[in-house]
């Protein structure tokens, strides 16, 4: 499966960019641009770590948290392992969004009636 183009962070879209132009990092965030980089040649495992690790420093950038890139690492590194460890829970997790119609946003975590 191929990452997404665009993602939803906190309100914002958050462009995606999988490529091979840099090779001094495996990903980045970019928080004038709103965008992310993973480099295209990574491994998939470190693919999906690096997303998560870019992610955490977006809502580390928009919220003003001031997580140090230590920090950033381990809860990347850890929770990116949880999910993997525990597919049972990772789909327990995200259960109700995998199986909503998309056509009816009721079913939307974030709805409000």
Same mark, same amino acid.
């Given at each position: 499966m191929e990452a997404p183009k665009t993602i939803d962070l906190l309100g914002l879209t958050i462009e995606i960019n999988v490529h !091979?132009?840099? !090779?001094?990092?495996?990903?980045?965030?970019?928080?004038?641009?709103?965008?992310i980089f993973i480099h295209a040649s990574a491994p998939e495992d #470190?693919?999906?770590?690096?997303?998560?690790?870019?992610?955490?420093?977006?809502?580390d950038d928009i919220l003003g948290l001031g997580i140090n890139h230590r920090s950033v #690492?381990?809860?990347?590194?850890?929770?990116?392992?949880?999910?993997? !460890?525990?597919?049972?829970?990772?789909?327990?997790?995200? !259960?109700?969004?995998l199986r909503r119609d998309d056509k009816d946003d009721r079913t939307h975590p974030t709805h409000r009636s």
């Open positions: !091979d132009k840099r !090779d001094d990092v495996w990903g980045e965030w970019d928080g004038e641009a709103r965008s #470190y693919k999906r770590v690096t997303f998560l690790h870019e992610i955490i420093h977006g809502l #690492y381990a809860l990347s590194q850890v929770l990116f392992a949880m999910m993997k !460890d525990n597919p049972v829970l990772t789909l327990w997790l995200f !259960d109700e969004l």
